[in-house]
T-cell receptor
């Protein structure tokens, strides 16, 4: 089955802790994205990567970090500098470039709660 | 900066009704527009993708139209069913390389049996 997996489904963080959310895709997509979704709000872009070993900040990157060492994987670390991390985190991927559809596909999400 | 709005924010209809969801965007220089469905606590499921050169796309009971010049898209759902109850989001992608997807806030749809 082709798709995007995220783990864990639920994550609890204590104050001052860093936590890492996993995102893996087997769609052979070049581009990957991390979004944050808060209740009653739309999706906000945290980070995105258009190619391996390269990534760019989105609209709300402060307090987050990412890496893109493999095409299939785009983990997100929520650092202690992120003051309000409780949210639903969604990973997505898409093809990239003018010769492709650039259709975006999403994983099932990780719900992060600060204790 | 691209902004995307969706009207209405919430909609409740009886089963069997045809309905229209609206999506508006401020910058008509888009590469594509995508409609998604999101069930509570779940990820987004892609419903329809319309490229900027297209006027509409259809899948089963769903039909999405795009009027790029006026910055509008509609999602038409025919013969609604309780299983259609979900939040529907639209997203647009800018047509310059590196531009990302901008999402609307969504329309929460309830179809009553």
């Amino acid at each position: 089955d082709g798709g995007i997996t995220q783990s864990p489904k639920y994550l609890f963080r204590k104050e001052g802790q860093n936590v890492t959310l996993s995102c893996e895709q087997n769609l052979n997509h070049d581009a990957m994205y991390w979004y944050r979704q808060d209740p009653g709000q739309g999706l906000r872009l945290i980070y995105y990567s258009q190619i391996v070993n390269d990534f760019q900040k989105g609209d709300i990157a402060e307090g987050y970090s990412v890496s893109r060492e493999k095409k299939e994987s785009f983990p997100l670390t929520v650092t202690s500098a992120q003051k309000n991390p409780t949210a639903f985190y969604l990973c997505a991927s898409s093809t990239q470039g003018s010769g492709s559809q650039n259709e975006q596909f999403f994983g099932p999400g990780t719900r992060l709660t600060v204790l | 900066k691209q902004e995307v709005t969706q009207i209405p924010a919430a909609l409740s209809v009886p089963e069997g009704e045809n309905l229209v969801l609206n999506c508006s965007f401020t910058d008509s220089a888009i590469y594509n527009l995508q409609w998604f469905r999101q069930d509570p606590g779940k990820g987004l499921t892609s419903l329809l993708l319309i490229q900027s050169s297209q006027r509409e796309q259809t899948s089963g009971r769903l039909n999405a139209s795009l009027d790029k010049s006026s910055g509008r898209s509609t999602l038409y759902i025919a013969a609604s069913q309780p299983g259609d109850s979900a939040t529907y989001l639209c997203a647009v992608k800018g047509d310059n390389y590196g531009q990302n997807f901008v999402f609307g806030p969504g329309t929460r749809l309830s179809v009553l049996p």
